[in-house]
């Protein structure tokens, strides 16, 4: 419960539509709980049973005039508090939806190693939603319920001591407790419930993420019945664990209905011994409907709440996930010019086995050095610990002497470019796209960057030119092109480091001609890491590493190495 009332915090931002919906809840619950009773003991029963029933028409128009006078109001200032709680529960999820975002774009990428992002999106978007409804219920409930229930009981006392007698408040109030346990208990079991659906769900969503990304694959392998049949099953998870919570959600109204009735049936008997006229046991029995009433509604908020838990304790394990990757408290100033990097006894591990052991490795300024080893030797991972997207497990990497923790990471990222494996280009022009490399660069610089990378021709022939949408993902150009956008990126961003992941897969002779040019003019001046998968950059290096099983096994230019690597001798002459 403490958790879930946690998240009230985001109610802040709308306090006054809040005050305002709470205010309606209060003059629908007076209607409600008060004016009903009203009407049958005091109006009604005035006119039916008075002795002189000599009402005149426009009395009697009058008296008939409140009834629909007390529903108007009841009716309207319902609908104002929903309207107002629907406003403040869309804005609180507004508010919970962005801060998970901006959680999400700090995590460090190990978190999204861990994390399917189809679980994330479900995260953000289903389990959201499930606690805005929540939320705005509750919010309502807990409030106007209540009410009712306490203007409700107050009619029930005034009603019961003018016919002097306790007895009947008595037993209404024993119901109260009564009706608790049925209800506490169904609360545990949907709490369990709860979080399996948002699972199934989570489970679903991950399936639709991957197949959407993997259409090329699903067609080209013909996975379609695997991939229907795979999702028809986990249609039948969720289908099975929302039956689950539905089957416990609708047991407490019936319930607690069934406990009213008895109570009525008991009030009857007892009204009917007692001698009480009849428009006060009528009076009495509208009295202890909206008692109830509001009863099982907060019964029922009380059961949301527990679906709700597991709902809110996955938003909460990304709201308060730590950033294992932390900016220093005293930061150094910003890396500047020409850099140097070294890494000191370096060792590193992504899960548990080590990945890279006892690195060292030096880097002067505006070297080429291209890191060359099998497949899964530790190439892509030594270079990703330079912008700190992991961090070291131990040892240190330095920057022009200055060891990389020390710096913020905006400061030591906005030093350094890299060009991907896989350019992810983002849904935008691919100007817009190019432009990312520099986020104040002017449109000659833009153009500049794209005619160095060897872009500007094929962007050009395009009939839209710079103008054109990159499509999701980027799909509608060609392996090349993209490698090209990176490298016009690189160029813009201009940083004295720069990361090259050579892309593994073959591109055709044009475009291979092409980005070796653009290279070779992009790496002048720099210091420059190239993870040469394929060998065929590393004309561009001054120097060569050679890893092996998470070991930096050989240093040297590729003259050196032919002679006295022999592993290096076998790759080199395996890819001729
Ligand atoms: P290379 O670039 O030489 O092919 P990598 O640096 O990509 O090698 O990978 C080195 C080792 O680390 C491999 O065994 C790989 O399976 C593992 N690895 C790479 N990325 C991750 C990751 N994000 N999580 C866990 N293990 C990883």
């Known amino acids: 419960m403490r958790k879930f009332f946690a998240f009230r915090r985001y109610l802040r931002r709308c306090k006054g539509f809040f005050a305002l919906g709470l205010l309606a809840g209060f003059f629908a619950a007076l209607a409600s709980g008060a004016g009903v009773p009203y009407f049958i003991k005091i109006v009604f029963a005035e006119v039916f049973e008075s002795t002189d029933s000599q009402y005149s028409a426009m009395a009697i128009f009058l008296i008939a005039a409140q009834l629909p006078g007390v529903f108007l109001i009841r009716g309207a200032s319902g609908y104002l508090n929903q309207y107002w709680m629907n406003y403040c529960g869309l804005r609180v999820l507004e508010g919970i939806r962005g801060d998970l975002f901006s959680k999400i774009q700090h995590l460090p990428l190990a978190y999204h190693d861990e994390n399917k992002s189809g679980d994330l999106l479900s995260r953000i978007l289903s389990d959201t939603t499930l606690l805005q409804f929540t939320l705005q219920e509750s919010a309502n409930d807990l409030f106007r319920q209540p009410m009712q229930v306490v203007f409700a009981f107050a009619t029930l006392v005034f009603l019961s001591l003018q016919e002097k007698d306790a007895a009947i408040i008595v037993l209404i109030c024993a119901g109260g407790p009564l009706a608790m346990i049925p209800v506490f208990f169904i609360g545990r079991r949907l709490k369990i419930r709860g979080l399996e659906m948002q699972e199934a769900q989570a489970d679903m969503t991950q399936c639709l993420n991957e197949n959407l990304e993997g259409a090329t694959e699903i067609r080209t392998f013909n996975l379609q019945d695997q991939q229907i049949s795979f999702f028809q099953a986990l249609l039948g998870k969720l289908f099975r664990s929302q039956m689950k919570v539905v089957k416990y959600e609708r047991l407490t109204q019936p319930l607690i209905e069934f406990l009213s009735s008895a109570l009525v049936a008991f009030s009857f008997v007892y009204c009917y011994l007692e001698g009480v006229p009849f428009s006060t046991f009528m009076a009495l029995g509208g009295v202890l409907y909206m008692t109830y009433d509001p009863l099982k509604r907060i019964f029922r908020v009380y059961g949301n709440i527990q ?119 983002f849904n935008d022009t691919l100007y817009n796209n190019i432009r990312l490399g520099r986020e104040n660069a002017s449109a000659e610089d833009v153009y500049r960057a794209a005619q160095n990378a060897f872009a500007h021709s094929f962007i050009s022939e395009l009939e839209k030119g710079y103008q054109t949408l990159a499509g999701e993902r980027g799909d509608r150009l060609s392996g090349g092109q993209k490698q090209r956008i990176a490298i016009a990126r690189a160029f813009l961003r201009n940083s004295p480091i720069l990361i090259l992941d050579e892309a593994t897969s073959a591109l055709d002779a044009q475009s291979e001609e092409e980005i070796q040019r653009a290279l070779n003019s992009l790496v002048v001046g720099k210091t420059v890491i190239i993870i040469a998968h394929r060998f065929s950059t590393i004309r561009l290096a001054d120097r060569i590493f050679v890893f092996e099983k998470g070991k930096l096994t050989a240093k040297g230019t590729h003259d050196e190495l032919y002679t006295h690597s022999p592993l290096y001798a076998e790759l080199y002459d395996k890819q001729l």
């Open 307 to 425: 679906k709700c838990q597991g709902a809110i304790n996955r938003i909460n394990d990304i709201l308060h996930k730590m950033d294992s990757i932390q900016d220093p408290e005293n930061p150094r100033p910003a890396p500047q010019g020409k850099s140097s990097i070294r890494f000191e006894n370096v060792s590193f591990a992504y899960t548990e086995a080590p990945v890279l052991q006892e690195i060292e490795a030096e880097i002067p300024a505006g070297q080429v050095v291209a890191l060359v080893g099998p497949s899964g030797a530790g190439k892509s991972t030594f270079a990703k610990l330079i912008p700190r997207l992991y961090e070291v497990t131990s040892g240190s990497i330095r920057i022009n002497g200055t060891d990389i923790r020390n710096f913020l990471k905006w400061d030591l990222r906005d030093h350094i470019a890299i060009v991907s494996q896989h350019p992810v280009l």
